[in-house]
Nanobody
Framework: VQLQASGGGLVQAGGYLRLSCAAS????????MGWFRQRPGKEREFVAG????????AYGGTGKGRFTISRDNAKNMVYLQMNSLEPEDTAVYYC????????????????????WGQGTQVTVSS
């Protein structure tokens, strides 16, 4: 499974970005998908996840109310809409696939995701 994240960039505080992740080489429609981020000097952390059935979404504390994850199984894509961005959101954002979870489950730990994209840099200026 190959994952390609895109959509990062430089944005002012209060702005928005939409990250995209294109999947290939596997059965995307049966993978839970997640977005993680790694801020400078910090461990990688869970941002958002969506079950392969699409009915369950989960968000890390930092993105609740500001970020929205979605997926398009027909296009093998997962998205992260990020609104009201803050300088603290500056990080490399990674998409990841979890092929082991059941249809309504979103797992939160990095070790539970088997496949990772290369990351896309998001920089929020104050």
């Amino acid at each position: 499974v190959q994952l390609q994240a895109s959509g990062g960039g430089l944005v002012q505080a209060g702005g928005y970005l939409r990250l995209s992740c294109a999947a290939s080489g596997g059965t995307f429609s049966r993978y839970a998908m997640g977005w993680f981020r790694q801020r400078p000097g910090k461990e990688r952390e869970f941002v958002a996840g969506i079950s392969w059935g699409g009915g369950t979404r989960a968000y890390g504390g930092t993105g609740k109310g500001r970020f929205t994850i979605s997926r398009d199984n027909a296009k093998n894509m997962v998205y992260l809409q990020m609104n009201s961005l803050e300088p603290e959101d500056t990080a490399v954002y990674y998409c990841a696939a979890d092929p082991q979870s059941s249809s309504a489950v979103v797992r939160l730990r990095t070790a539970e995701y088997d496949y990772w994209g290369q990351g896309t840099q998001v920089t929020v200026s104050s």
